[in-house]
């Protein structure tokens, strides 16, 4: 086989594994977990809730300290969605209530900037997302890894738990 052939089928091979989901395996808790989220906010919050902790499977975040519980909000941004304290404590104890307090911000995310740089929002925090453009928000590789998520979860029956 001539080397050209060689790399368009490795071409070829790998385009497709990037293209089709993968299939995740989960604990019976992060499915519980998931489909809550998919009930209430849709794929998008169970998107987030799967990229932030793995389906609440790790609250405390290597990456960011300040991220609490399944959504990964820092609690300042936690106690403006809710209007009064929350605790980072509560929220990576209660899984429920930190899923809520995602979805809260998500929504909020959405009303200000849409549907798309909404998940951008969500990751950089509102006042950075306002000192972006547009161009800024819309093609973020936050909101690339979100869509992604949501490839994934498309492929499991989230609806029927």
């Given at each position: 086989?001539k080397l050209?052939?060689?790399?368009?089928?490795?071409c070829?091979?790998?385009s497709?594994?990037?293209?089709?989901?993968?299939?995740?395996?989960?604990?019976?808790?992060?499915?519980?977990?998931?489909?809550?989220?998919?009930?209430?906010?849709?794929y998008?919050?169970?998107g987030?809730?799967l990229?932030?902790?793995?389906?609440c499977?790790?609250?405390?975040?290597?990456?960011?300290?300040?991220?609490?519980?399944c959504?990964?909000?820092?609690?300042?941004?936690?106690?403006?969605?809710?209007?009064?304290?929350?605790?980072?404590?509560?929220?990576?104890?209660d899984?429920?209530?930190?899923i809520?307090?995602?979805?809260?911000?998500?929504?909020?995310?959405?009303?200000?900037?849409g549907?798309?740089?909404?998940?951008t929002?969500?990751?950089?925090?509102?006042?950075a997302?306002?000192?972006?453009?547009?161009?800024?928000?819309?093609?973020?590789?936050?909101?690339?890894a979100?869509?992604?998520?949501?490839?994934?979860?498309?492929?499991?029956?989230?609806?029927?738990?």
């Open positions: 086989m050209s052939a060689i790399v368009v089928l490795l070829a091979v790998s497709w594994a990037m293209a089709a989901p993968r299939s995740p395996v989960f604990t019976p808790q992060q499915k519980v977990e998931l489909v809550e989220a998919y009930q209430d906010g849709g998008r919050l169970a987030i809730i990229q932030e902790s793995s389906a499977e790790i609250v405390h975040s290597p990456i960011d300290p300040l991220a609490c519980g959504g990964g909000v820092h609690a300042e941004t936690a106690d403006v969605v809710v209007g009064s304290q929350v605790s980072c404590a509560f929220m990576d104890i899984w429920d209530f930190s809520r307090v995602a979805e809260l911000y998500l929504e909020r995310c959405t009303e200000l900037f549907r798309q740089a909404g998940i929002c969500y990751n950089v925090g509102i006042p997302a306002h000192a972006m453009t547009p161009y800024q928000r819309n093609p973020s590789p936050y909101l690339h979100i869509e992604r998520r949501i490839r994934e979860l498309q492929a499991l029956p989230l609806d029927t738990q």
